[in-house]
């Protein structure tokens, strides 16, 4: 047992190391990418015509699949960023940072369709498109993270200090984002706060979750090809003055494609 | 405990420091005056009509931006004449450092602030009795703020363009203070009672005193080795 651990545990350093993570990525893109358009495509056939439309909203229900596996990315990349970050900051993971700082544009994109979504099923059901609600208002700060967080990456250049000031930064907003939730409703709730976004969720029956279960499963694996893909063009960009890359820029120049590395490491 | 005399005469270095720097202080001061004058302003004969919850959500906010336009030289003369290496191998421990810091800073920056507020009550016609919450929440509040602050200024004190970074970063930290002080001044305008969000806020102000310092100084220790 023991020795099985330890097994495991070499082989997940040894996926750290930025030439197997390389590999790795560069054989699983194609998959997770072609798995999470098939995943999209069925769940969006079944979630338009398949699933049945609700007896109070009738068909503006539909838009869920879409706004909550996006809702739902958008706090789980979070995390990851954060633990990513705690994994560089204490343990100096490299490939971890190389992560983070990959999910940060992918995030805020899903925040973005979160809130955009969101506000578009409020209008006729809220007959408001916002409202100062605790889950909004820290869905928009949460936003505002993300977009702090990419601005001081691309504030500093060089990349180790600038790693860790986003290291921190994003381990600082995990903790502030339950606060502004908790909060908010503080206020709210002493203050006869918006009573329309108290609307109790009722337990969904299976013929309209299913849908939505595959659309999660789509999402999460269009996020995890586009990590893969961008942290693999981020790892060429920073390993470029090692021996494997200028390897690999020579194997694929003799294969006659220079501009697919060419326009990376430039 | 033979440090205390040294870690006093620094407190008074650094507040020497800060009086010479005074205009940059100045400036934070002015701009306080200046946002909630120009709301003021803005708002021409209708100012009357300001219900007190808006006022003080007005001078909150300027409050808040005011520290924030100060906190960008907090740090960056101590970095650029290598004061912030030497505090490294200084004998009392960092976090006390950062901890001076951050105290110096609220006394150049929070307390001005609070000492001008009653005025700016005045421009937007805050009604007396709410006063003495809104100064209570303001004095607990900017001394929050001061310690989030100089953590983030020691974040990205080697960066260029810290400024508009700092404000950027810093604003989603500040928000909870400012939902929390606010309830505190609605429940105050309401006659509630409010004990119970001030709790909240004194919560806060004990987790950001007792860890804000320690923060900055492990953030310091780590950015310091490679800037």
């Known amino acids: 047992m023991r020795k099985m651990l330890k097994d495991l545990f070499k082989r997940m350093i040894a996926y750290g190391a930025p030439k197997n993570f390389y590999q790795l990525a560069t054989s699983w893109y194609p998959w997770t990418l072609c798995l999470s358009f098939i995943c999209l495509g069925l769940g969006t056939y079944a979630g338009l015509y398949i699933a049945p439309s609700d007896y109070q909203q009738s068909d503006a229900f539909r838009i869920l ?10 706090l789980s990349v979070y ?53 100062w609600d605790a889950r909004l208002t820290s869905e928009l ?126 | 405990m033979a440090k205390i005399p040294s870690i006093i005469s620094l407190f008074l270095l650094e507040l020497k420091r800060a009086c010479h720097h005074r205009v940059d202080w100045c400036v934070s001061w002015l701009f306080f005056v200046l946002v909630v004058s120009i709301f003021a302003i803005s708002l021409g004969g209708q100012v009357r009509q ?53 105290m110096v800073h609220w006394l150049a920056s929070g307390l ?38 100089s953590l983030g200024a020691i974040l990205t004190v080697g960066l260029p363009r810290a400024g508009i970074l700092l404000t950027v970063l810093l604003l989603p930290l500040y928000l909870p203070t400012l939902l929390l002080a606010m309830s505190v001044l609605a429940s105050q305008l309401e006659g509630q009672s409010t004990f119970s969000s001030l709790a909240w806020v004194w919560v806060l102000w004990i987790f950001t005193q007792l860890f804000s310092p320690w923060i900055s100084a492990s953030i310091l220790k780590v950015c310091l080795r490679d800037a």
């Open chain 2, 50 to 102: 300001l219900l007190p919850l808006h006022a003080v959500g007005i001078i909150w906010v300027a409050v808040t931006l005011s520290t924030l336009l100060s906190l960008e030289k907090l740090f960056r003369a101590d970095y650029k004449q290598g004061i912030l290496e030497q505090y490294l191998f200084s004998t009392i421990p960092l976090s006390l450092l950062m901890l001076i810091k951050a």
């Open chain 1, 65 to 74: 699949y879409v706004h909550v596996p996006s809702a739902f990315l958008s």
């Open chain 1, 141 to 266: 700060i949460l936003f505002f993270l993300y977009l702090g967080y990419i601005c001081l990456r691309s504030a500093v250049s060089t990349s180790r200090l600038s790693s860790k000031v986003c290291g921190i930064f994003a381990l600082m907003g995990l903790i502030d984002i339950p606060i502004v939730h908790f909060s908010v409703k503080w206020w709210n709730t002493l203050h006869q706060g918006p009573t329309i976004s108290r609307w109790a969720k009722p337990a969904m029956p299976w013929p309209m979750l299913w849908p939505l279960l595959i659309m999660m499963v789509g999402f999460g694996l269009f996020y995890l090809s586009v990590v893969l893909m961008r942290s693999r063009s981020e790892l060429l960009r920073r390993e470029r003055q090692t021996q494997w890359v200028s390897q690999l820029l020579r194997r694929s120049s003799s294969c006659s494609m220079p501009n697919t590395f060419g326009a990376v490491i430039s």
């Open chain 2, 112 to 149: 001005p602030l609070l000492l001008l507020t009653p005025l700016m009550a005045l421009f937007l016609g805050i009604p007396l009795n709410i006063l003495p919450v809104l100064l209570l929440t303001l004095a607990i509040g900017t001394q929050i703020l001061s310690a989030l602050g």
């Open chain 1, 79 to 131: 995390t990851i960023i954060a633990f990513c970050s705690f994994l560089y900051l204490v343990w100096k993971v490299k490939i971890a940072d190389i992560i983070a700082s990959a999910s940060a544009a992918v995030g805020a994109t899903f925040t973005l369709l979160a809130l955009a979504t969101g506000a578009i099923w409020g209008k006729p059901m809220w007959g408001t498109w916002w409202v």
